[in-house]
Antibody
Framework: QVQLVESGGGVVQPGGSLRLSCAAS????????MHWVRQAPGKGLEWVAF????????YYADSVKGRFTISRDNSKNTLYLQMNSLRAEDTAVYYC??????????WGQGTLVTVSS | QSVLTQPPSVSAAPGQKVTISCSGS????????VSWYQQLPGTAPKLLIY???KRPSGIPDRFSGSKSGTSATLGITGLQTGDEADYYC?????????????FGGGTKLTVL
């Protein structure tokens, strides 16, 4: 069965960096576009970034452009999100998700990132 | 401020019907498929509707979706207490040079 397991969340100071990972299994990872979506405490869903199945195209939300980098290693079935210059407003649960908005949609359980001094 | 506009909350009695609206523009809903998600507290979002009105396997036909112009609607009939959750609409937006995914602000459904 499809599994997406995020890791790497934690507490970081403002201005700091963190790298999230998402280990995928149960499907052909190299065939699917992947997303990161976040949800601040008590708030709604906010799309963060997308990467095509082969890594050839990457799209970012304006709120993270220039600070976050999405990448993937298809040989390791792993998706990444490198987050730099973190701000308090980046505090959220970060979900890794496969092919959202389609019938092939699947989400991980999320990992919490807290930006605080 | 979300790109897609949803009412913050709706409520209805068990067994009744409720609709949740999602309003956008020509760059998102007007030219792209709409999906709907249900999120129970402490869990990841679950896909209810894709391509405006299609249900994934396992989603009961009590849930329905429709789209007209730049607006979409989620309908839920035969309300159950287990339907209490937050509901989100989502779609692609092509207003910028790069594709973006946009979500509504979410609607909290209360089954009285």
């Amino acid at each position: 069965q499809v599994q997406l397991v995020e890791s790497g969340g934690g507490v970081v100071q403002p201005g700091g960096s963190l790298r999230l990972s998402c280990a995928a299994s149960g499907f052909t990872f190299s065939s699917y576009g992947m997303h990161w979506v976040r949800q601040a405490p008590g708030k709604g869903l906010e799309w963060v970034a997308f990467i095509r199945y082969d890594g050839s195209n990457k799209y970012y939300a304006d709120s993270v452009k220039g600070r976050f980098t999405i990448s993937r290693d298809n040989s390791k079935n792993t998706l990444y999100l490198q987050m730099n210059s973190l701000r308090a407003e980046d505090t959220a649960v970060y979900y890794c998700a496969k092919d959202i908005l389609t019938v092939r949609d699947y989400w991980g359980q999320g990992t919490l990132v807290t930006v605080s001094s | 401020q979300s790109v897609l506009t949803q009412p913050p909350s709706v409520s209805a009695a068990p067994g009744q019907k409720v609709t949740i609206s999602c309003s956008g523009s020509s760059s998102n809903i007007g030219n792209n498929y709409v999906s709907w998600y249900q999120q129970l507290p402490g869990t990841a979002p679950k896909l209810l509707i894709y391509e405006n009105n299609k249900r994934p396997s396992g989603i009961p036909d009590r849930f329905s979706g429709s789209k007209s112009g730049t607006s979409a609607t989620l309908g839920i009939t035969g309300l159950q207490t287990g339907d209490e959750a937050d509901y989100y609409c989502g779609t692609w937006d092509s207003s910028l040079s790069d594709g973006h995914v946009v979500f509504g602000g979410g609607t909290k459904l209360t089954v009285l």
